[in-house]
């Protein structure tokens, strides 16, 4: 994808052995982060050259019928063909899928729900008959690397600035017909988004490894793990990419470092989200 | 439906032949060789231009002109209701066809034989005018990357609802089923490289819509030309020309 | 290695046999042709040796896996519940697919549908749709047949048919009763003091097979017959024809498709006289099976 | 006994046979073929280049594409399709084009029994109005078994439905040779009566089979004699017909 | 289920699977019994063989409990037309469901995709691609019964048939999962724990270079937890390695005999 010289390879790896990369970063430090919230649900996210947008819509839907009481979560990830001329035509779908499946597995928590970021039981409305089915799609518009971390902020930037409309039920419906609801067109319940977690992609190369990698940092890596924390800390989902094996005892070390920076990263991005929800406001 | 109030208004309270917001932004994809954002209304769209490079499939390479291709993907949340339809639909395969030819139609292709130019274009917002809106953002991207025209395309559509001629439809207006007439223009040599309509109408309507649509993209093109003006003394500035 | 008539010499030591089986493969068969002994030591109407298990997957209701060879084959039925046309209304239906993965064979990659498939997935007549009737006009069984090719090594029809006809003689069908919604569910045990409802079809747990078709596949080469093909076999002489008698020796189908050799009216009853041989074989061998599984 | 078709055939009477060659001006060779109220047009296109994967790039290859009259083609078309291809390969000199494909389509114009075969001979007249070089011609035909025992020739649709077995059965025509007779003979039979495809639906008795195979040759022989005479025609010529 | 009525093919189960709606509370309890009965950090008797499928290059078959699957290996051999020149080689993976893996037909159908790519990454860290360049090797598994813990056998199972085939690699792989069910941990969960899990742990490795070549978790788990899982994974990943190696011993030796 990225095309170096073997002495561009050297200064990207030498750089970070000695904890000063090529942009002038440390080791752990972001790039700078921008939020943009849209209309209702919608968000794009900037880290550095990567933008990403989400999209959140609810429609409403049945429930499955071994999980009457939860609503369902589905989350689409597109790359676009603007970001790199290979994702044209189909040739976007192997790493859209990709991202959509470790999204899922950092967002939507184990079989039963728990761990998740967004609580499924709120998207009940009438047990095993209506929920809301919660559609996030994520587009990717401009690829610089750690594209996972920023659809991740996006998602969550998005959430926070979700809507659902408030849904009256017609209590008279007989128990086994499809009861009639009436979504409300004024009143909205704001979507409690304390719980989703931020991820934290931690890049190694070399002896060291290195959050928010830029595209040219991650031709050059050896593998990757993306771990999701919450804001209590705990470990709500994680995968590795990347082909070379790592010592338990690293993959363990990276995600004890993956929590620290992750709650430095939970706090910009809700001042982040708070700055921009802020504007909206204002216009 | 009434599409014009008797104040002369539109559902949107623009007049007629009023436009809608025109917005354009340069340099969108960092990674792309010219990249635009386009913005008509609540219509916004960004392409991206690839080349020109090596021809990626041999067989397709051209001998004495490039190659240049197209493709038209819409986000799934550009609609109102959320779409999930496969990438490469029909609507999706004409629409790239039908940028492919215009932008065809102005690229001096034979400057630059055995190469490639592609032109991505992604739908974001879509409010009715996703043709025109994408045939600007093309043109825009095409000369932010430095690729030789014969003078910019720029296009405009115009409708006839309620007995009266509608400039720049929005999707409530395209949708109610009534003549759309898009055009683009080559606004400098004043030639007319697009011209599509799916409707009924008689001749002497036709050339008035058609008049107005193409008043329409001479407006667009006043303002991108500024828009390229502005990103040039930019360019210029931060030379210390 | 040039000459074919003294073959013999040439092929003294091993790693020119291997070469020259690749390079001249259909001399080479025909060398052991002209000897009537083929390449794995069978003699021309001999089939390769055939085992039959049955139940060889727990989720389904009834399963079977064939080896014909290194040719294996695995079907199972899972029965769904459906509510027949109004035209048979006492009738159930038989649905078989048949699915070359990819695993089989070094031909098929994903994504395109093996050309041979279409012609093994026939149906035959050996069962009596009325027996899977449950409730007539609102609910009769789907048979869903699935067949699996794990190993493709030639004669995959002869494989196929048999491991169906296994698995249906294997095939129990779980008790089901009509509950209060018009819908068919199973009584398990747990449940079963619960259901009032009385189990529907508690006499029918078993289908009764009319008569089972067996199906032999042969090459005709020259004035050759070679029963029971390998792959290799199949990809160098390429007229094969397949016959299927049922066990009251009635013919249920005769498959020639095309092929440089012309079948013959002696050749067919030469055929026929070897198919005749086979099924009785193979109708022990699927009776010894459904024998050990009663034992177990 | 003889009136108990619907249509008033005898058993072992065929429908009227119609062969129009060249019909399309595009394909490489075409031909229609009808008996009764089956017809079928055939396309041949090629030889074009290259095969496809997996196929012998020392010979040529030959592909079929079966568009029923409606709906989009499934299990039974592709059925038909390996059929046929194995059958056109067996009569093709495939070794005059190598590393070439040969698209021959069918398309259903009205199915009313005895499909495949009709099919089959359609390809066959194409195949000739394009020009391939072929070994010989295949002629196929249905014969089918009546509920009573009887054996019908080439049967409609409705009787297709009624009847508890059928048969396709494909045998080269006859040849006419400058070579001395009997050298065209192969182990002492006639070539003719070598079945060149055969394809069964339902259950017969062994014996039931060669009845059908006794009824069906001369019933092929006729047609060959039939296609014999219309290849001597002009293509694009009117129809001929035969009884 | 019921829910898609219309005027496609209506067929249903009968089984009673729709019918659970509670989960057991059995599974919260601490002094639960498991489905099979096993303790909760005793893994399934394994079942490995090599060389199930005559006409691949290399196959192996492995069966934990009821989970049952085959793979095949092909090649190296020619790559597909399309790809671009490659220095080393590629690897293919696809993995199949049968029609009757799990309990209601055709339901496992839908994420082969997924399911791939994890096996993909999960093999690629072991296997020296350098070593066939320009060339592919596929490796086709089908699970033919579904019964828990899917992909680790699938990966372990393709380790074994890799080197049946006789492509280099640098270790075996071997691969296991633990499922979190209230405050216990169990390993080697059946379908029956995995549809009631609260978070799952899978962890493939290369048993004697004790290297993680894949590890993927779901649902909450607290610092501590992740290490004795991981702990509890890498033993038995080791124990399973034991198993292989000794499994490609014996077919080695009695192709020798």
Known sequence: MVGLSVGEKHFIQ???????????????????????????????????????????????????????????????????????????????????????????????????????????????IVDGKVCWDLYIDGLVINIDGNILDALGAAIKAALSNTGIPKVNVASTAPSDEQPEVDVSDEEFLQFDTTAVPVIVTLTKVGRHYIVDATSEEESEMSSAVSVSVNRQGLICGLTKRGGAGLDPSVVLDMISVGKHVSEQLMNKLDSEIAAAEATMEEE | ???????????????????????????????????????MGNTKVIAAVY??????????????????????????????????KPKGDRRSTEISLVIRQTMEACILTHLMPRSQIDIFVQVLQADGGTRSACINAATLALADAGIPMRDLVTSCSAGYLNSTALLDLNYVEDSAGGPDVTVGILPKLDKVTLLQMDAKLPMDIFENVMQLATEGCKAVANYIREVLIENTKQLENRRGV | MVGSANGATDLSSEMEVDAFRRLFPLRFHERHLLESVRPDAR????????SLALGAVASADGSALAKIGCTTMLAAIKMEVMTPSKEAPDEGCVAIDFHMPPICSPIVRPGRPAEAAPVVSKHSGMIDLKELSLVSGKAAWMAYLDIYCLD????????????????????????????????????????????????????????????????????????????????????????????????????????????????????LQDCIALSRQRVKELQKILNEAILDMDVD | MEVDRADGRAPNQRRPVACTRGILHRAHGSASWAQGDTKVIAAVYGPKAGTRKNENPEKACIEIIWKPKTGQSGKPEREYEMVMKKTLQSICLLNVHPNTTTSIVIQVVNDDGALLPCAINAACAALVDAGTPLKHLAIAICC?????GQILLDPSKIEEQKVKSFVYLVFPNSIASVLPEGSLKSEGEIMEHGILTSVTHGVMTVDDYFSCLKLGRPAAAELSDFIRNNLKLKPGNDSSKAA | MAAKGGAAPATYSPSPTTFKKKRPPIFTDVDWVRPDGRDFHQCRPAFLRTGAVNAASGSAYAEFGNTKVIVSIFGPRESKKAMMYSDTGRLNCNVTYTTFATPVRGQASSDNKEISSQLHKSLEGAIMLDTFPKTTVDVFALVLESGGCD????????????????????????????????????IDPVSEEENYQDGSLMITCLPSRNEVTQLTITGEWSSPKIHEAMELCLDACSKLGKIMRSCLKESASTSQE
């Open chain 1, 14 to 124: 030498g750089g970070i052995a000695q904890d000063l990369r090529t942009d002038g970063r440390k080791r752990l430090t972001y790039r700078p982060i921008s939020v943009e919230t849209g209309a209702n649900g919608s968000a794009r996210v900037k880290m550095g050259k990567t933008e990403v947008i989400a999209s959140v819509k609810a429609e409403l839907g049945r429930p499955n019928s071994s999980a009457p009481d939860k609503g369902k979560v589905s989350i689409y990830i597109d790359c676009s063909p603007t970001a790199a001329p290979q994702y044209e035509g189909r040739g976007g779908e192997e790493l859209s899928m990709e991202l959509s499946a470790a999204l899922r597995q950092c967002l939507l928590g184990g079989k039963t729900g728990a761990g998740a970021g967004i609580n499924l039981s709120s998207l009940s």
């Open chain 2, 1 to 39: 439906m009434e599409y014009v109030s008797p104040e002369g208004l539109r559902l949107d309270g623009r007049r007629p032949l009023e436009m809608r917001q025109l917005r354009a932004e340069l340099g969108a994809v960092s990674r792309a060789d010219g990249s635009a954002v386009f913005e």
């Open chain 2, 51 to 84: 080349g020109p490079r090596e021809v990626q499939q041999r067989s397709q390479q051209l001998n004495d002109k490039a190659l240049i291709r197209c493709e038209y993907t819409m986000a799934n949340f550009s609609t109102g209701d959320r779409m999930r």
């Open chain 3, 43 to 50: 003699s021309l109407g001999k089939a390769r040796e055939t």
């Open chain 3, 152 to 267: 493709a090594d030639g004669a995959l029809f002869d494989a196929a048919l048999l491991a169906a006809a296994a698995a249906f003689s294997h095939l129990q069908i779980p008790v089901v009763s009509l509950n209060d919604d018009g819908r068919i569910v199973v009584v398990s045990k747990e449940n079963g003091e619960k259901a009032k409802n009385k189990p529907v079809n508690e006499e029918k747990r078993k289908l009764k097979l009319r008569s089972i078709p067996f199906a032999l596949t042969c090459i005709l080469h020259k004035n050759y017959i070679l029963a029971d093909p390998t792959a290799e076999e199949e990809s160098i002489m390429d007229t094969l024809i397949t016959i299927v008698l049922d066990t009251s020796c009635q013919l249920v189908s005769l498959y020639k498709p095309g092929g440089p050799a012309l079948a013959y009216e002696s050749v």
């Open chain 4, 144 to 148: 089918c078994m009546s509920e009573n």
């Open chain 5, 151 to 186: 992909l680790p056998v699938v990966i372990s199972c393709a380790s074994l048939a890799l080197a049946d085939a006789g492509i280099m690699m640098f270790d075996l792989v071997a691969a296991v999962s633990v499922s979190c069910l209230g405050k216990n941990l169990v």
